[in-house]
């Protein structure tokens, strides 16, 4: 049984704004085991994104507030930390790297300046040595021409080398657990596949867990052996990878599936894609009963008042969903 | 199929001069766009398919005169559009319109929905107020928008519905071409889907024809009759959609088609990645523009520019392997 590095438990995070308290991330749980690829997938506004930067206190608060729950993080509670605490873990044995490279960068400063900072931070290292590091981290990220590459400023890297800059100086102080927040949806699909191609060597190479967050389940495929799919704030379905893919249960992750263009299988020209009815609901409008069931093609009376739980259909899987686990 | 020519482009070029520093030598020009040429015939959704920066939307800003050309022809219904004066081309654009990928900065935050569908109508001579709040209702219902839209301010709606006004304002003024950038590139994958449909269903209806420019071609496989693929401000493969997915000759499209994660096959399939991007490339003089990158290529690759032949009947690629 391999061991969680890290867990959540309960997690429920809301923001104050003028529309009242709005509940971002209603209660969920779940864990990444060491050396684990987990993928949080969902719509924007699902709550993933703000899930992950709960991990690594990175909300502002307020507006936001951390409700209730627990984060454990070998052995302790990471919400129990003081933010002095906090510093040490985060981008030491917690890092992250963001969607857009461009605007997670200091602009200002050049690429070597950037990594030395976190490493000076971190580590005992001195100026000239965390410089050699630096440079080591950005050929290992593949960089072409890597010590020519310190003096560079973001601007004049292209989307793709900055993500790998941004990737470097995560990996840094080595961390335990990488947390991607849809690392790739800003590149196309060459470059793409070759950050998925990086992460997947260098999980290899240092045994770390990567939290993968996306909204592209060809992505998951690729890389994930874990999926957790969120709808309006709740786990609605996780499971292996490769199984939720082949033989989804919730009518979310089947709908979801099912819009995705692929390779070959339109049957003819003009034929059209499936496709779920209405859209992802703002956070102050949530539907009351299960959230999804406004948009769900097997819509059931009871779905409308009263919320499902998550819950255990076959090892490993659990989703929550009213309708009998053989319909499904 | 239809045969009657709606938009011919010839040797469409686009440089872009970049200013001269202090005590520098003028730099050579960026060849965003570098002769591309291609016939849309009425009704039919052509896909324009690369990597970003490799002149896609240049190409098509161009083309409907967005930016002034640097050389080339464009022939729109018989009419030479780079000979036509500023108020000429004014009155032709009703009939051709574009769709932009990301639709918040399309749209003017500040103005309602409604004011928002209107403009099209009143910028192009349509004065009767009340007619015009009746034409902007109906096209709201002809993109599933409903007429409580109508006063919203763009911030109300989400994004789908947000690309639905953009599709809905394009579509105003009945035009025969649509040039769509991206246009479903910035939104949810449930969402996607419903705009890709949406778009389908209007051009049977209306009976437009398309650009459509993307780098998914998981997207443009459903969407379009013919493909070309762009690759540093040139076409280097142009085909039939069944040619494209089923025989893909150009080495680079083959890789993109390489690229598309796949929901079945996981990373168990050995993929080759191509290396590299387009950013990092020297503009070079001489021999394939593909070349730093290829991973087929020969000695007379280096020394001789590839031009876009036919291999097949409606299948052109500018490979010197492949021809």
């Known amino acids: 049984m391999p061991s969680p590095e890290l867990e959540i438990q309960n997690l429920k995070v809301s923001f104050s704004t003028p529309k009242g308290k709005l509940t971002a991330v209603n209660g969920i749980s779940f864990h990444i085991n060491s050396g684990e690829t987990l993928a949080l997938v969902g719509e924007s506004g699902c709550g993933k994104t703000v899930s992950a930067l709960s991990i690594l206190r990175l909300l502002p608060e307020p507006p936001a507030e951390i409700i209730s729950g627990k984060i454990l993080f070998a052995g302790q509670d990471l919400l129990s930390l003081s933010s002095k605490q906090f510093q040490d873990l985060r981008g030491n044995a917690i890092s992250m790297i963001f969607q857009d490279p461009m605007t997670s960068l200091n602009p200002v400063l050049t690429v070597g300046e950037q990594i030395i900072e976190t490493l000076l931070r971190h580590t005992n290292m001195n100026r000239q040595e965390a410089r050699k590091k630096s440079a080591e981290l950005l050929s290992r990220v593949e960089l072409p021409a890597p010590k020519e590459k310190l003096t560079h400023y973001p601007h004049q890297l292209s989307g793709g080398m900055r993500q790998r800059v941004m990737i470097a100086m995560a990996l840094a102080c080595k961390p335990r657990v990488l947390i991607a927040d849809e690392p790739t949806t800003a590149l196309d699909v060459l470059i793409q596949s070759q950050i998925l191609d990086l992460l997947h060597s260098l999980k290899k190479e240092t045994g770390m867990s990567i939290l993968f967050i996306t909204h592209d389940l060809g992505v998951v495929a690729e890389i994930a052996q874990r999926v957790i799919v969120m709808y309006a704030g709740e786990i609605i379905e996780s499971g292996p990878a490769q199984a939720l893919l082949q033989k989804p249960y919730h009518p979310y992750t089947k709908g979801l599936i099912a819009s995705i263009p692929k390779l070959g299988a339109r049957d003819q020209p003009g034929s059209r894609l499936e496709e779920i009815s209405g859209n992802v609901p703002s956070l102050d409008q949530r539907p009351s009963g299960c959230p999804f069931h406004p948009r769900c093609p097997s819509v059931m009376d009871q779905c409308k008042s009263q919320a499902p739980e998550l819950s255990q259909v076959e090892p490993e899987r659990y989703t929550s969903c009213h309708l009998e686990p053989e319909s499904l | ?323």
């Open chain 2, 1 to 323: 199929m239809n045969t009657e020519k709606l938009l011919v482009v010839q040797d469409l070029k686009k440089h872009f001069q970049p200013s001269k520093k202090f005590l520098q030598t003028t730099p050579a020009p960026v060849r965003a766009v570098d002769g591309i040429s291609f016939t849309l015939l009425k009704g039919e959704t052509l896909g324009l398919v690369g990597e970003s920066g490799c002149g896609k939307s240049t190409a098509a800003r161009t083309l409907l005169r967005l930016l002034e050309p640097t050389s080339g022809q464009v022939s729109f219904c018989g009419t030479q559009l780079f000979d036509l004066k500023e108020a000429e081309m004014r009155t032709l654009r009703s009939e051709m319109q574009i769709i932009f990928q990301d639709p918040y900065s399309s749209v003017n935050p500040g103005r309602r929905i409604g004011k928002i569908l209107q403009e099209p109508f009143e910028i192009h001579g349509f004065k009767d107020n009340k007619e015009n709040t009746e034409k902007a209702k109906h096209l709201l219902k002809q993109v599933g928008l409903t007429p409580g839209h109508f006063n919203s301010y763009p911030h109300e709606l989400s994004g789908g519905q947000l690309q639905r006004v953009g599709i809905a304002r394009a579509i105003a003024l009945s035009p025969k071409l649509i040039v769509a950038d991206e246009p479903v590139s910035a939104l949810d994958v449930s969402i996607r889907a419903q705009v890709i449909n949406l778009l389908l269903d209007l051009k049977e209806r209306l009976n437009m024809s398309y650009l459509f420019i993307s780098h998914d071609l998981g997207v443009v496989e459903y969407f379009c009759d013919r493909v070309a693929v762009m690759y540093l401000g040139k076409i280097i493969e142009f085909a039939d959609n069944e040619q494209i997915y089923n025989s893909p000759q150009h080495p680079y499209t083959q890789a993109l088609l390489n690229a598309i994660p796949n929901l079945e096959s996981g990373r168990d399939k050995q993929k080759i990645t191509l290396k590299g991007d387009i950013s990092m490339l020297a503009p070079q003089r001489k021999g394939c523009a593909f070349l730093n990158r290829c991973p087929i290529k020969e000695k007379r690759c280096e020394e001789q520019e590839p031009v876009l032949k036919e291999i097949a009947p409606g299948h052109q690629v500018a490979c010197l392997l492949k021809s």
